[in-house]
């Protein structure tokens, strides 16, 4: 599967962002989907992952201010983030898991290619 990642910029403090993910083929629905982040000079991390079926999981940095979710009809997974701060700065990726739920990157089998995400204080 193919994944192509959009939707970021420059936002202020406080501002919401969608970051969208589509994927190419017919069997997105299978896979699980994940949202990771990587801050220049720091090591990539987790943000959000979720089921087919729409069971999610977030990191404790956006716990309360994101929201994870998938359009299977669309092959696309979203990530909505309220209350940006400017440590949310980072490069978002999102990636797709055949077999894997949860915030390892190591088990998700395909990556897109990112897009930054700015917060100006």
């Known amino acids: 599967v193919q994944l192509q990642a959009s939707g970021g910029g420059l936002v202020q403090a406080g501002d919401s962002l969608r970051l969208s993910c589509a994927a190419s083929?017919?069997?997105?629905?299978?896979?699980?989907m994940g949202w990771f982040r990587q801050a220049p000079g720091k090591e990539r991390e987790f943000v959000a992952a979720?089921?087919?079926?729409?069971?999610?999981t977030y990191a404790n940095s956006v716990k309360g201010r994101s929201t994870i979710s998938r359009d299977n009809a669309k092959n696309t997974v979203y990530l909505q983030t309220n209350s940006l701060k400017p440590e949310d700065t980072a490069i978002y990726f999102c990636a797709a898991s055949r077999a894997y739920f949860g915030s390892r990157a190591t088990y998700y089998d395909y990556w897109g290619q990112g897009t930054q995400v700015t917060v100006s204080s």
């Open positions: 979720i089921t087919s079926g729409g069971t999610t």
């Open positions: 083929g017919r069997t997105f629905s299978n896979y699980y």
